[in-house]
C-alpha cells in the first residue's frame, strides 16, 4: 500500500472545448439537423428539454455523430478491464498532443461507453455484447496486455465482477489537454461541427456518470480547457501533488462546450465555480484541490492510478487480501450488485433537470462562440510556434 497518499476526511456527497474544423464540415447539408428535434415552434424550455434528450438517448442521431468524427485525427482510447480485482483503467492515449482528444478518441470514448453500459446490464446476453466493438479503433487490454476481443470469461468477469473504473493519461504526460488544435484547425473549427462535437460530448459524458459503475480520474499534471470539463464527469479525483487544472475557454473566446460548468457546480461552491470558470483561474496542486471539495486524494507525480487504485478499493473489499499477493487470498469482496445499485441510488439523487438546462445552455453559447471571429484568432494564436526566448 502507498504510503504517501492524503485522503480527504470528508468525502463530497452529492455527485453530480478546447478547442473544436475540414471541408468535410464544410459541405452544404441537408436541412435536417442532427440536433433539430421539433418540427413546430414550441417552447424555449420544451425546445431545450427535447433536444438535450435527442444527445443523450437518439441512438441513431448520435451515431451519425459519433461516425463523423471517427475519421478526424489520431491516439485512442484503451481500456484495461482487468487493471485489478474490480477495477478497469480508461487511458486517453495520444502522448505527442498531451493526451488531446481528436475526433477519432471522442468516438471511441463513446465506444466505451457503450460496453460498460452493456456489461452493466442484466438484461444484455454476452453475445450481444461481444458485438459492440466492430469497427471501433478502441484497445483493449487484460491486465496490461492487448487483447483482440472479449472471451467469454472477460465478458463474465466485467458483468459480475466490475465495481470502478479509473480515468487517466497516457505515459504520465498530462491528464488531458483539452481537444487537439492541430486536429480542429483543419476538421472542427466551425460552429455547426462545434455543435455536433457538443453533443456527442455531452451525450457520451452523461451516459459515463449515469453508469452504476464508480469511478475516479487519475489526474497527472496538466487538464487544461477541455480537459479540465474531463476532470468532472467522473465521481472521484485523485491529483498530483504537481497538478493544474484550468478551465482557459475565456481565454480562447468561448464557454465549456462538454458538459464541464454544470458538472462542476455540483463539485464546489458557486463562488468557486465562477472564479474557475469566468477568469481561468487555476486549481495548483491536490491539497488546493482537496480544501475546496473538488479532489477526494493526492498522490506523488507519477502515482496518481496507484492513488486511486487504493482509494477505490473501499468499493472492492469488505476486508482486503494479503498485501502483496496476486490473487484475492484472504480477500472478502463486497456485493458487486449492492455497490452498483448504491451508485445507481446517488445518481438518481442527482438533479438532472438543472443539470439538463445548464448543459443545453452551455452548448447554445458555445455554438454562438465556437469558430467565430474572436475564437479562430486565439485559436491561431494559441498554436502559432513559441519564440524562442
Not at 159 to 164: A, E, I, R, T
Not at 206 to 233: D, V, Y
Not at 245 to 271: D, E, K
Amino acid at each position: 500500500m502507498l504510503r504517501t497518499i492524503t485522503f480527504a476526511r470528508r468525502l463530497q456527497t452529492t455527485s453530480t472545448p478546447t478547442l473544436p474544423s475540414s471541408t468535410f464540415w464544410k459541405t452544404p447539408t441537408p436541412a435536417f439537423s442532427f440536433l433539430n428535434t421539433t418540427s413546430s415552434a414550441p417552447s424555449h424550455h420544451n425546445q431545450q428539454h427535447r433536444t438535450y434528450a435527442c444527445q443523450i438517448h437518439h441512438p441513431t442521431k448520435i451515431g451519425q455523430l459519433r461516425a463523423k468524427l471517427r475519421a478526424f485525427g489520431q491516439g485512442h482510447i484503451s481500456l484495461d478491464i482487468h487493471h485489478s480485482p474490480g477495477l478497469a483503467l480508461l487511458t486517453l492515449t495520444n502522448p505527442e498532443k498531451h493526451n488531446a482528444l481528436t475526433g477519432k478518441m471522442m468516438a471511441e470514448l463513446a465506444d466505451c461507453v457503450d460496453l460498460l453500459e452493456s456489461v452493466t446490464d442484466p438484461k444484455r446476453r454476452e453475445e450481444d455484447v461481444g458485438q459492440l466493438l466492430k469497427g471501433s479503433g478502441l484497445v483493449l487490454k487484460n491486465k496490461g496486455v492487448v487483447v483482440q476481443k472479449l472471451d467469454q470469461e472477460s465478458l463474465r468477469m466485467l458483468k459480475d465482477g466490475l465495481v470502478g473504473i479509473i480515468v487517466t493519461g497516457s505515459q504520465h504526460k498530462s491528464y488531458c489537454a483539452g481537444l487537439d488544435l492541430s486536429a480542429a484547425k483543419t476538421t472542427l473549427l466551425t460552429p455547426q461541427a462545434g455543435s455536433e462535437m457538443s453533443a456527442l460530448m455531452v451525450s457520451t459524458l452523461t451516459r459515463f456518470m449515469r453508469l452504476p459503475i464508480i469511478s475516479i480520474a487519475a489526474i497527472e499534471k496538466a487538464a487544461i480547457g477541455g480537459g479540465a470539463e474531463m476532470t468532472t464527469f467522473c465521481d472521484h479525483r485523485c491529483i498530483s501533488d504537481q497538478a493544474k487544472i484550468q478551465f482557459v475557454q475565456t481565454q480562447m473566446g468561448v464557454v465549456t462546450g462538454w458538459g464541464g460548468a454544470s458538472r462542476l457546480l455540483n463539485l464546489v461552491s458557486r463562488s468557486q465555480a465562477l472564479r474557475l470558470l469566468g477568469s481561468a483561474e487555476p486549481i495548483r496542486g491536490g491539497q488546493e484541490a482537496l480544501k475546496m471539495g473538488f479532489a477526494q486524494a493526492v498522490s506523488p507525480v507519477g502515482k496518481t492510478v496507484e492513488g486511486a487504485s487504493e482509494y477505490m478499493q473501499q468499493y472492492v473489499w469488505e476486508t482486503a487480501p494479503i498485501v502483496g499477493q496476486d490473487s484475492e487470498e484472504g480477500g472478502a469482496r463486497r456485493c458487486v450488485e449492492a455497490v452498483r445499485a448504491m451508485k445507481r441510488i446517488v445518481s438518481l439523487g442527482l438533479d438532472y433537470e438543472r443539470v439538463e438546462r445548464v448543459t443545453e445552455l452551455e452548448k447554445d453559447l458555445f455554438k454562438g462562440l465556437w469558430g467565430g471571429p474572436d475564437n479562430l484568432a486565439r485559436v491561431e494564436a494559441a498554436s502559432a510556434p513559441k519564440k524562442k526566448k
